[in-house]
């Protein structure tokens, strides 16, 4: 009997109409699907979140939505994480919800979420350099959660161009660099998946 597909959470940085990111966010999913998994879309703007602040958590304990967050990215695999580039940092919607998703409750870490899964980065910008800067700080964040992030991140700049008509990318280098990036995550979440069961 063939092992069950590892389950992977997709995410986008932006919730603007039209995002780039968004747009890569998709594509992965059809890259990620193609290499063997099951995928879940989370769309932030469907989890809205207060700015965290601690007053806030003490007196309201965590919102209903993070609660939401935290059982979603507990049950999965692994996560690729689509990030514009904001001010050479992952943009404050992703962070903000890492931020309220990593808190501790009375019965388990604030890493519980995220720690012992692979994450995939990826980001599109406007620019030459395709986000990837922000995705540095990024790793930084999710490293410190016990993520397995992958060395490799795809970046693709100059998104005007990149993308054809249908939310495609038109270049196939950057379609062949995501599907490395999506086998990779596959792969290791398996072999992560493993490893936490006792059976690698």
């Known amino acids: 009997m063939s092992p ?60 209903a939505h993070a609660m939401a967050l935290k059982a979603i990215f507990k049950a999965a695999d692994g996560f690729l994480v689509a990030s514009p580039e904001h001010n050479m940092a992952p943009t404050a919607l992703l962070k903000n919800m890492i931020d ?39 790793r930084m964040i999710l490293t410190g959660l016990d993520v397995h992030v992958l060395p490799g991140v795809v970046g693709v700049g100059s998104a005007v161009a990149a993308f054809d008509s249908e939310g495609g990318l038109a270049s ?12 990779k995550l596959v792969e290791t979440a398996r072999g992560l998946r493993l490893a936490r069961s006792g059976q690698a």
Request: net charge neutral.
């Open 4 to 63: 069950e597909p590892p389950s992977i959470i997709i995410v986008s940085g932006s919730s603007r109409v039209g995002s780039y990111n968004v747009a890569l966010a998709r594509i992965g999913q059809k890259l990620l699907e193609e290499a063997g998994a099951n995928t879940t879309v989370i769309d932030l703007a469907a989890y809205p979140l207060p700015i965290y602040n601690f007053d806030l958590q003490v007196r309201d304990g965590l919102p």
């Open 172 to 183: 196939a280098p950057h379609v062949a660099a995501m599907r490395r990036l999506a086998e």
């Open 100 to 138: 309220w998703v990593s808190r501790a409750t009375d019965t388990e870490s604030g890493k519980a979420p995220f720690q012992d899964r692979p994450a995939a980065l990826c980001a599109a910008s406007v620019g030459p350099l395709g986000g990837q800067r922000g995705l540095i700080g990024l």
